[in-house]
């Protein structure tokens, strides 16, 4: 039985979580429907679904960017093929981050300490807090499933309510499953920091499996090693299967029992891959504010750079695979995103868009850090010595650009050089000039999140999030339902055009660039006058 | 000497709670000012204050004549702050961290600083995330003595410390003084204001309700005085200065404030046998003030 200090634990887990769970869900459905309803409409012939399926449901190269589009002519089958790879990454990110929040964030703060000196022992208040994923992973399921039935009420759309629940649970699964990698990588890593580094290094591997297994038909079987495969193979709108569904829970709780058990042996306070507490000085960086600042996000900004690169080298590396031997009618699909000129440019249009929502994921990284720094205290060592406020906070916000022009460039770079070895005719200033086109909209997210920090910095860090992924969200939205465009303009990539398939207006990029300097200066003048968050 | 820390109706608010209420403090330079008061009283918030972290509802603060906002800057050059949380960055290592502080300062005693680490049996190679809450606290307090600052602003500064360390602090604060050096010490250990502390001010529900010498303020509280005598106690009342009586038996107590003349010929004739006086300890002085709970 547990104890009311593990019921409380237990409690405050799901409390913080929640608010998160409920955006992921509602987002999910929103999109999910959307996708719905927007083929529904537009293909409304079995005929015209039919031509679809014949010229482009059997390519790879897309199954391999996007997600299977063997079911196109089907609205369920493209709904799923719509949302897969961003909601699912998405989904991923955003549980990998809540997993290690609950489980190695409150140790790093010291309020994990106190909440197992209550009448509890390490392991069991793991096991209370671990239980929160499961409930947030039951609540995206849950909302997603709603919101996408009520969708499918519609006769056009025509789905059940158990297609729904599965459609949501397809998604929830991926949730559950990389919270609990996320709980686990808490027990492993000293730092919440080195706990996300471990657990985004499983879901990328876990991201290119599910590639793998779409490349050819005798790789199937790896998807069956990934919960971005259990989600293909739950198969919400065809023939629901639940096996992938039990495999991704017994998976789950098997890795929330290890987590349970390292935490029982490990001593509070310390990763079981902890280094060594004493060592002689090193003084590099520490000779100027900016100096502490590169030698503090160093680390986290090059593994960023590290992703952004190695998704580049993916979709270069997959660019022949997509681009040769596509039937022309295979345009209309890329059409969906608004892609248009030659099939390369399209496809390396939409591959930067998925570089644009990584590189503005920097800046929400960078601003979070930059308001731990200021919660947690530590600020006061530098602002109570003769350091200017607005010193302070430009050279973060200095940092954190020049990291998102650093990411867009080297993305740029390895997606042409991976591109250019397979032959594909892509030239390296066209990508570089893709690479830099993403980074007025990174620079916006920048601006918005510093305000956001000059003006509630303890929740700056995650709203920023929140605004880059719900820009994702309405972007995909705004793509699909010609009345909902609108939303659109709420979106921070509002004005990215997906070059090189579409041109790149000068007056559009120096505007957003003026926004984003221009919400940069307003937060620096207004943090430099406000209170200090007490520690 | 000069006025090193002069506050003018300075007063904080959030909403309707008054978290410091038009304080006028005068800190002269080269003293050493113990600043009491309860939990919530107001101390932090005056040194946040000074260090310009918040800004004032009303009134103004001003440090060796330079305003604590607008000359933050230049300011910060000539103090050294403590806390009694020692929020440091937990994969620097404690010499690294000492380091950043003097660098970022912009001067540091170098061999003042080795001394110190000596002194305070710091080991500087561990990580802050290794220390325990006393040796993160060691950690500032190097850094800021090291600095030779103008101005030490010490909130609370030996939460942590052993016994021993808290002798090593004094003794740094003595030095400091000597230097010429000003303090401002935020404390609750009471024992260690008298020691280091010149002048005390006392703060109360974000007012400071007295301020002056520690032997003034002892003298306002009077002395205690504990008779036995031969015979019965004789009746003191009326009697001036004397208040608190109490009697049990042959024995006698009382406060008396002024001469203590008085009393003792009102119990002569009861024979004196054995007679104890002695001034109020601040902690006394700390009950009396705040003991009502207020």
């Known amino acids: ?535 | 000497m000069g006025v090193a820390v002069r506050t003018e109706g300075l007063t904080k608010r959030y909403g309707s709670t008054v978290a410091l209420d038009h304080l006028d403090l005068e800190i002269e330079a080269g003293e050493v000012f113990g600043y009491l008061g309860p939990n919530g009283a107001g101390k932090s918030t005056t040194i946040a204050l000074l260090l310009g972290l918040i800004r004032p509802t009303s009134g103004s603060a001003a440090i060796f004549g330079l305003d604590v906002a607008r000359d933050a800057v230049a300011l910060h050059r000539r103090l050294a702050y403590v806390p009694s949380e020692s929020a440091l960055w937990p994969s620097l290592t404690g010499e690294e961290a000492m380091h950043l502080l003097a660098e970022l300062h912009g001067t540091v005693d170098e061999a003042y600083r080795d001394e110190l680490v000596e002194r305070f049996h710091l080991d500087p190679r561990k990580r802050i995330r290794a220390y325990s809450h006393g040796n993160r606290q060691k950690v500032l307090l190097v850094a800021a003595f090291a600095s030779r600052a103008d101005l030490l602003l010490l909130d609370e500064p030996t939460t942590g410390l052993d016994p021993l360390m808290e002798q090593v602090f004094r003794s740094c604060v003595h030095d400091a003084k000597a230097r010429g050096q000003t303090v401002l010490l935020s404390s609750h250990i009471l024992s260690e204001v008298e020691a280091v502390c010149d002048r005390v001010g006392m703060l109360r529900a974000a007012r400071l309700i007295e301020v002056g010498r520690l032997g003034d303020l002892q003298g306002i509280g009077g002395q205690r005085v504990r008779a036995e005598l031969h015979g019965a106690p004789p009746r003191l009342d009326g009697l001036a200065g004397v208040s608190d009586v109490t009697i049990s038996g042959n024995v006698m107590e009382c406060e008396v404030t002024g001469p203590i003349g008085p009393l003792l010929e009102a119990l002569a004739p009861a024979g004196i046998e054995h007679l104890v006086t002695r001034t109020p300890s601040l902690e006394e002085l700390f009950v009396a003030r705040y003991g009502d709970g207020a």
């Open chain 1, 1 to 535: 039985m547990p104890s009311p200090a593990e019921r409380a634990i237990a409690r405050r887990a799901t409390r913080q979580l929640l608010v998160g769970a409920v955006v992921v869900g509602l987002s999910f459905g929103a999109s999910a429907a959307a996708a719905a309803t927007t083929y529904a409409s537009t293909f409304t012939t079995a005929a015209s679904r039919a031509q679809i399926a014949a010229t482009t449901g059997a390519d790879r190269g897309l199954a391999v960017v996007l997600g299977p589009t063997r079911g196109i002519d089907t609205v369920g089958g493209y709904t799923v093929y719509k949302g897969f790879v961003f909601l699912t990454t998405i989904g991923a990110v955003w549980a990998v981050l809540a997993g290690t929040r609950l489980l190695r964030g409150e140790e790093d703060h010291g309020r994990w300490q106190l909440l197992v000196a209550g009448a509890t022992r390490p392991g069991r208040a793991t096991a209370a807090a671990a239980l929160a994923i499961g409930v947030v992973a039951v609540v995206v399921t849950v909302l997603t499933g709603l919101i996408v039935a009520v969708a499918g009420r519609s006769p056009d759309v025509g789905f059940s309510p158990g297609q729904s629940l599965a459609y949501g649970a397809s998604l929830g699964l991926v949730v559950l499953s990389f919270g609990a990698v996320g709980a686990v990588a808490s027990q492993l890593g000293g730092t919440r920091r080195t706990a996300n580094g471990l657990a985004t290094v499983v879901v990328a591997v876990a991201f290119v499996l599910r590639m793998l297994a779409d490349t050819a038909d005798g790789l199937r079987w790896l998807r069956w090693a990934t919960p971005f495969g259990w989600t293909l193979l739950v198969d919400p709108f065809g023939q629901p299967a639940w096996g992938p569904l039990l495999l991704a829970v017994v998976v789950s709780v098997a890795l929330g029992a290890l987590a349970v058990v390292l935490a029982g042996r490990r001593d509070v306070g310390r990763g079981l891959l902890a280094r060594h507490d004493d060592r002689p000085a090193r003084l590099g960086g520490l000779g100027s504010t900016i100096g502490l600042a590169t030698r503090l996000e160093g680390p986290t900004l090059l593994a960023w750079c590290a992703g952004i690169a190695a998704t580049g080298l993916l979709y270069g590396m997959v660019a022949n695979l997509v681009t040769s031997d596509l039937p022309e009618s295979m345009t209309s699909m890329l059409d969906r995103f608004g892609a248009r000129g030659t099939l390369v440019d399209q496809y390396f249009g939409v591959v930067f868009l998925l570089v644009a929502c990584v590189a503005a994921l920097i800046p929400a990284n960078q601003i979070g850090a930059a308001a731990d720094e200021e919660t947690s205290g530590r600020i006061v060592r530098i602002l109570a010595g003769p350091t200017a406020r607005a010193r302070w906070l430009g050279e973060r916000l200095a940092l954190a650009a020049v990291a998102t022009l650093v990411a867009a460039l080297l993305a740029a770079v390895c997606t042409w050089a991976a591109a250019a070895a397979q032959g594909v005719p892509i030239g390296l200033v066209t990508l570089l000039g893709a690479g830099l086109n993403v980074v007025p909209s990174a620079l916006l997210a920048l601006g918005v999140g510093a305000v956001l920090l000059a003006v509630a910095p303890r929740h700056a860090g995650g709203i920023t999030y929140v605004v880059v992924l719900l820009s994702v969200v309405l972007d995909l939205v705004a793509s699909m339902v010609s009345g909902w465009a609108w939303l659109d303009q709420l979106s921070i990539f509002h004005r990215l055009a997906l070059y090189p398939s579409e041109p790149v207006s000068v007056a559009s990029t120096v505007g957003v660039l003026v926004a984003a300097v221009a919400l940069a200066g307003v937060a620096v003048a207004a943090f430099a006058r406000r209170d200090l968050h007490p520690a």
